[in-house]
């Protein structure tokens, strides 16, 4: 890669994705590890841009049927259906 960016052509490593988890710096600025329900700690990519240190978190994701009964939990036309 060093000798291919001297003579002036682009170039880059190729990495495994794995090792992109255990980089320092992608580690310090990109990652954050999140505790998920049925999966345990996981990795998560951080929003790109905040404000504050706060706005960088993220939620983990909705497991599936998290939320059916909020969504299918009725009708406010049709109370009969509740």
């Given amino acids: 890669m060093d000798t291919l960016q001297k003579a002036g052509v682009a170039a880059g490593a190729v990495r495994h994705p794995m090792d992109l988890l255990a980089d320092p710096h992608l580690e310090a600025r990109f990652w954050q590890w999140i ?48």
């Fill in 35 to 82: 505790e998920r329900a049925y999966v345990g700690r996981h990795p998560q990519p951080r929003r790109p841009i905040a404000m504050e240190k706060a706005d960088r978190c993220a939620d983990p994701a909705a497991t599936l049927g998290q939320y059916n009964d909020e969504v299918l939990g009725g009708c406010s036309v049709c109370p009969s259906q509740s």
